[in-house]
């Protein structure tokens, strides 16, 4: 029989930590942290337990500067790390790369499995993004009515671009029932076509925060909104599904509103920027063709002719002239016409609109009253019933029934038939 060459202790040691390492590798573990130390060197070593077994955990000062939660003692937390040996002691531990409260992997692992599902489905597809109009009139709020987000926003609207037309839907973003609330005011801006752009907003805060803006319910209704959305919630570093679905995400409350108040200055500028380069460009080309005419007459075969060519120069001076007067005139009536323009968006006023709109559906509302069943019967007409009261429309079925009803404005009375007549 064989002898099995013996191992030294540590090498029997270095094969198990190597066994662990490269079969088990990195793991991700949940429990209960016990008997919790701080070493001066800025490392933890603590317990993690659950009911029925336990394993030793190593959070070294680099990891727990970076990781999610400190530890704590009693905490029940979900920990990401790697299973090593320890080769002094001879145990196995679990060298910890961070800390996550426990349950918050659940809302990751929803948040991923919902995100493709979604993405499965095209609702982050570039192309059926739309395009944010280049100018806003009037801007719609998603937000809680009291928070840090909408007081962000309007300030940024009004500061930048006055003429805006500001309306905030106050709903719930956070707790039972607040996605189903701002779900239902996107629709509602959608039905009811009142504004340029929608902007869903909301301060930071933690995953579970922030989870309404993650639900179906809203990625829905961003995603079938006829107006264009921007999602702006939390802070740069917070992604939700409502962010992926959005036509444009800002990473702040602050920054949705800067997209969409381009303050009228800039417009006049670019308009101005406008009229510059195609004035400079009529002169370029203007200039060439002055130079060119030039040449021709130095040229061979208009040397003769001299004073054609001194006639046709000072006709294309006079036309310089000409086209100069007009492009400056040109540029004058379109400066007017921009700043005309920006006048007449600033002074349009919706709520006069909206009044027309109410008395011309007031008048309809009438109108169908005066079609309705009873003002008909108070013209004199009466209708006839069975006595289950279903109507009756002609002779044969009166005439079966024999027991009838007869309804007139005032009141009813019961009816026997006898005979039909023809």
Request: with cysteine; aromatic share 6%; net charge neutral.
């Amino acid at each position: 029989m064989n002898r099995v060459e013996p191992l030294s202790v540590s090498a029997l040691t270095a094969q198990i930590k190597e066994i662990l390492e490269d079969q088990v590798g990195e793991v991700s573990v949940q429990g209960e942290i016990s008997n919790l130390r701080l070493q001066s060197s800025g490392h933890y070593y603590f317990t993690l337990k659950d009911e029925g077994s336990q394993i030793p955990c190593a959070l070294f000062k680099g990891s727990a500067l970076r990781s999610s939660v400190p530890p704590q003692d009693g905490a029940k937390v979900v920990a990401e790390g790697e299973v090593s040996v320890y080769a002094p002691r001879g145990a196995y531990q679990l060298i910890v790369r961070n800390l996550e409260p426990a349950g918050k992997g659940d809302l990751h692992q929803r948040f991923e499995e919902l995100k493709r599902k979604l993405e499965a489905e095209g609702l982050f597809s570039a192309e059926r993004k739309r395009e944010i109009p280049d100018f806003v009139e009037r801007v719609v709020l998603v937000t809680s009515p009291t928070g840090a987000a909408v007081r962000d926003a309007i300030h940024v609207l009004q500061r930048r671009c006055p003429r805006i037309q500001i309306t905030v839907f106050g709903v719930k973003v956070q707790g039972e029932g607040a996605a189903e609330e701002v779900a239902e005011a996107i629709e509602e801006v959608g039905r009811r076509h009142i504004a340029d752009v929608v902007l869903v907003v909301r301060g930071g805060g933690s995953m579970e925060d922030l989870w309404a803006f993650n639900e179906v319910v809203v990625a829905r209704a961003v995603a079938a909104s006829p107006i264009p959305v921007i999602s702006g919630v939390g802070h740069e570093t917070d992604f939700t599904i409502c962010d992926f679905v959005a036509d444009v995400r800002a990473p702040t409350p602050s920054a949705a509103a800067e997209m969409v108040s381009r303050p009228d200055e800039d417009w006049r500028e670019e308009v101005r920027g406008w009229a510059e380069r195609f004035h400079e460009a009529a002169v370029d080309f203007l200039e060439e063709k002055k130079r060119r005419v030039g040449d021709l007459a130095g040229s061979y075969v208009f040397r003769e002719p001299s004073k054609m060519v001194e006639m046709s120069s000072q006709r294309v001076d006079e036309l310089v002239v000409q086209l100069m007067r007009g492009l400056e005139s040109g540029w004058r009536y379109r400066k007017q016409y921009a700043e005309g323009l920006l006048g007449r968006w600033s002074a349009l006023r919706p709520e006069q609109r909206l009044r027309e709109f109410s008395l011309r559906v007031q008048a309809a509302l009438g109108r169908l009253r005066a079609m309705g069943p009873e003002e008909t019967l108070r013209r004199g007409y009466a209708l006839v019933q069975s006595p289950e009261g279903k109507l009756i429309r002609k002779v044969e079925p009166a005439r079966r029934q024999g027991d009838l009803v007869v309804r007139f404005a005032d009141g009813k009375v019961e009816v026997q038939v006898k005979r039909k007549k023809d």
